[in-house]
């Protein structure tokens, strides 16, 4: 990465603004592209472990598809929340918290001797990357000039690009000669390495409205209501869709009516929720925005596309391990040709963004999500791993020639005093998309897999019923198809945004 950028006289100015001296620029930046790069890998990380923490644990797969989901779960709900509290706390010190919090939930993780408290460790872990997640880009822009903050941004994904790419072979190579514990426990030195090193300097740091780290006295108290509201009830959804199979075919006709009855209630309470948010003064969620629709299907468009994408990545490992029976570091490396291709593709991405706009650059790599997803419906037992990782390659191109464009399309049309909780909830639809394709895919292979083999559960599977599994993986990725679909036709019902929507301040 090319750090020379803080050379240049106006980012060195900029800087010196806000207490921030090019020496303790260059180092927040590499302090954020740190925290980004072993947050992704972690994650990616854990995907390609599934399969070996579901033999070590004998657990269900709904039951150790939580060591994702209350990762995901826990970033989702706090992503906003961390992003508000960031002006009255200070992003620095925020963050440097978050970077804390991480290493030591990493630490538990890798001496967990249950399913049960893993899951527990891991939701501390995830509180950890939600305040970093949350509080880097503001960081990012403290230490970069408005005119080469899209390169800051850029090199940070060059960043999770990497985690991306080195969790799911790192996670092989250690499932295969280690153990483990030592894919949590990789990162921990790192962490606290980086706490140790930057803590003071970060402290410092302050948002660049107020230049200060120092709560304005005209702020107003968050919404913290609506945040244990919006907590609510993502985990509500999130535990009845993965208690589906359970209350709907295994508990009869009452527990039928439990779990209808319980829909109706949180279908009841996201209506309470929207109701709540739009009369609030200061709400949770800026309503004003999602009454664009530019800002609304770039939102939806998102979570669609990460909601399919995480059919995959959850459950293409178990075809690796249970039909193909490939050893762990060759799961790796076929894995990897997913976030390799994000890596290679994602700079043109930007490039062809700037010549043909959103609507066209980005629908046309969803197009390729669902044509991938759609040769996915059609493999065999037999299909070869080369076979496999083409797929693969191929959905990760659709993903980065649509990340990119979206994510451009989408902070172009806010106000610069949006630009923040515009980020923050980019990123949460990404993550509520990962959230609700963990959980959908899990729902569709447990029910359709217990149909198709008189009630069996995948840490049950022998090899008389590779058949059941391959029919059961092509129906789920059917169902990844049709919200690839969804996605597609959001995206290309995209409106243009205003050309006033970069002005500094935001019109009421």
Excluded at 204 to 226: I, M, V
């Amino acid at each position: 990465m090319n750090l020379d950028l803080f050379e240049e006289d106006a980012a060195e100015k900029m800087s010196e603004s806000r207490g921030i001296d090019r020496v303790s620029s260059r180092l927040v930046f590499v302090t954020v592209s740190a925290g980004v790069f072993m947050s992704t890998m972690d994650s990616s990380m854990v995907n390609v472990a599934l399969p070996v923490l579901m033999k070590t644990f004998h657990s269900s797969l709904a039951l150790t598809e939580w060591v994702v989901l209350v990762y995901l779960l826990t970033i989702t709900m706090l992503l906003v929340l961390w992003g508000k509290l960031c002006s009255r706390w200070g992003c620095g010190k925020v963050y440097s918290r978050g970077m804390l919090l991480f290493a030591t939930g990493s630490l538990l993780c890798g001496m967990a001797h249950n399913i049960w408290l893993l899951i527990l460790y891991r939701f501390v872990q995830a509180l950890g990357a939600s305040m970093m997640m949350a509080t880097g880009p503001a960081l990012i822009r403290l230490v970069f000039p408005p005119q080469r903050l899209g390169r800051g941004l850029g090199m940070v994904g060059v960043a999770t690009s990497l985690g991306l790419m080195a969790g799911p072979a790192v996670s092989g190579l250690i499932l295969r000669w280690l153990h483990w514990r030592v894919i949590f426990w990789v990162t921990v030195p790192v962490g606290f390495l980086f706490f140790l090193m930057s803590r003071k300097m970060l402290a410092g740091c302050s948002t660049p409205q107020t230049g200060r780290a120092e709560k304005p006295r005209d702020e107003q108290l968050p919404d913290f209501a609506g945040a244990l509201l919006w907590a609510a009830m993502v985990s509500l959804t999130l535990l009845a869709a993965t208690h589906a199979t359970t209350l709907c075919c295994g508990g009869g006709t009452a527990s039928s009516l439990v779990f209808i009855t319980g829909s109706c209630g949180i279908l009841a309470g996201w209506i309470f929720f929207v109701w709540y948010e739009i009369r609030t003064p200061a709400p949770f969620f800026p309503v004003r925005l999602f009454r664009r629709r530019f800002f609304v299907m770039a939102m939806l468009s998102s979570a669609l596309s990460f909601a399919a994408l995480f059919f995959v990545l959850i459950l293409m490992p178990f075809y690796l391990d249970r039909v193909l029976r490939l050893p762990p570091d060759r799961i790796g490396y076929v894995m990897m040709a997913l976030p390799l291709c994000v890596f290679i593709v994602s700079p043109a991405a930007g490039r062809l963004y700037d010549r043909f706009g959103a609507r066209i650059v980005a629908t046309a790599g969803l197009l390729c999500c669902l044509g991938s997803l759609i040769l996915l419906t059609r493999i065999t037992a037999d299909t070869s791993a080369l076979a496999i990782a083409f797929r693969l390659a191929l959905l990760g191109f659709g993903q980065a020639m649509f990340l990119s464009p979206n994510s451009a399309s989408a902070l172009g049309g806010v106000a610069d005093d949006h630009a923040g909780v515009t980020a923050s909830l980019l990123a949460t639809a990404r993550n509520f998309g990962m959230l609700a394709g963990t959980a959908l895919a899990g729902l569709s292979f447990t029910l359709h897999f217990a149909l198709a083999t008189g009630g069996l559960d995948m840490k049950e599977f022998v090899s008389s019923e590779t058949p059941a599994f391959v029919y059961t993986l092509k129906v789920s990725f059917g169902y990844a198809a049709i919200i690839a679909f969804c996605a597609v036709a959001a995206s290309l019902l995209r409106g243009a945004p205003g050309r006033g929507g970069r002005k500094k301040q935001s019109q009421p």
